[in-house]
């Protein structure tokens, strides 16, 4: 059962996104610390989730982007989370969220680069999404595992990738802004689960913007924790 959802949401199909933003160093600092900053916050409502059990809802403002944040208590692993969102090769094995291809460009260090493309029924009305993003995973010194994503100037990086997508999806949308996070903090035998997604909605229905509160964020924070599980906890 649903209980409340925030009025304005980002894009329902940015549900598995990971990045790193085309600003300057300091610039994404700034925004990641403030997008992960306890502050600001405001409590928009929850929802009741079969694998999850309560998901709470919030929104903030950062950098003029309206973000989403799903908080729960599950038993599973830090280590063993960030894992899973770091398989981007095996996406597709462990993500609902509709992926039609999956490709790790770099891995240097803890950080990646790497496309996704979400198919999106032509019923919709909508266009299919595809990202093109930088993340990076720390360790905090209690155990919490973070792994941020924001957009990069993957066009320069990767111009023979960016030929391949005008030409074989030209009406796909790239979604901008397009930055966020997973952050797992060890509670107990497991974790409090927090998943932040920043990105605009474009021309996105109304109806399909409840689905990313209600139904889509608690879907992709749930096919983490899923996957987790298969893997040993």
């Known amino acids: ?20 933003a085309l600003v300057t160093p300091r610039a994404d600092a700034a925004k990641l610390d403030d997008l992960l900053a306890p502050t600001g916050w405001e409590v928009a409502g929850d929802a009741e989730h079969k694998v999850l ?11 003029g982007v309206k973000c989403l944040k799903g908080t729960a208590s599950v038993d599973t692993k830090p280590a063993t989370m960030v894992a899973v969102v770091e398989d981007v090769d095996g996406a597709m094995g462990w993500s609902t969220a509709g992926l ?55 066009r320069a990086a990767y111009p023979d990738l960016a030929t391949e997508l005008d030409r074989d999806y030209p ?3 790239e979604p901008e802004p397009n930055f966020g996070a997973w952050v797992f903090v060890p509670q107990g035998g497991g974790a409090r689960l927090e998943y932040y997604l920043c990105t605009a909605s474009g021309k996105i229905p109304y109806w399909l913007q409840k689905a990313a509160a209600t139904k889509t964020l608690p879907g992709a924070m749930a096919d983490v ?7 040993g906890n």
């Open 1 to 20: 059962m649903v209980r409340g959802y925030p009025r304005a949401m980002p894009s329902p199909f940015s549900s598995v996104v990971f990045a790193l």
């Open 225 to 231: 924790v899923v996957e987790a599980r298969k893997r």
């Open 171 to 173: 009406k796909a949308i």
């Open 53 to 63: 059990g309560d998901v709470v809802l919030e929104t903030k403002d950062v950098a």
């Open 100 to 154: 039609i291809a999956t490709r790790k460009l770099a891995d240097r260090n803890g950080t990646l680069e790497y496309y996704q493309h979400l198919g999106i029924p032509d019923w919709t009305g909508a266009a299919d999404r595809y990202w093109v993003l930088r993340s990076q995973t720390s360790t905090r010194a209690d155990g919490t595992k973070v792994f941020t994503w924001d957009r990069f100037d993957w």
